[in-house]
Nanobody, 124 residues
């Protein structure tokens, strides 16, 4: 079965940058949608960014222009620039096959495979 592992989480000051990585046991051709989700403290998990198998990129409104998702085959990256305290949370990578473009575009959390999470803390 597919296995995912996140890394790169750290504490960072507002305005700084961070790059998260997710190692995938399945390559991009075997998945329909890959993405990043996060769970802020005391809140439910929310979508951050996804990429569909056709290359279409999707971002949460609050991270547009600051975050970039990059599908590099066996590794999924999330480049985080100009971070804010509201970006604090546990970040999860996810992947799933046999999905629809609309589900991926709308950052729906119906993924089959999930990583264990990596902590990102943004504070002064």
């Amino acid at each position: 079965q597919a296995q995912l592992r996140e890394s790169g989480g750290d504490s960072v000051r507002p305005g700084g940058s961070l790059r998260l990585s997710c190692t995938l046991s399945e390559y991009t051709y075997s998945t329909s949608c890959m993405g990043w989700f996060r769970q802020p403290p005391g809140r439910e998990r929310e979508g951050v960014a996804t990429v569909y198998s056709d290359g279409h990129l999707n971002y949460r409104d609050s991270v547009k222009g600051r975050f970039t998702i990059d599908n590099a085959g066996d590794t999924l990256y999330l480049q985080m620039d100009d971070v804010r305290p509201e970006d604090t949370g546990i970040y999860f990578c996810a992947a799933t096959p046999l999905w629809s473009p609309d589900d991926c575009h709308k950052l729906r959390p119906n993924f089959k495979y999930w990583g264990q999470g990596t902590q990102v803390t943004v504070s002064a």
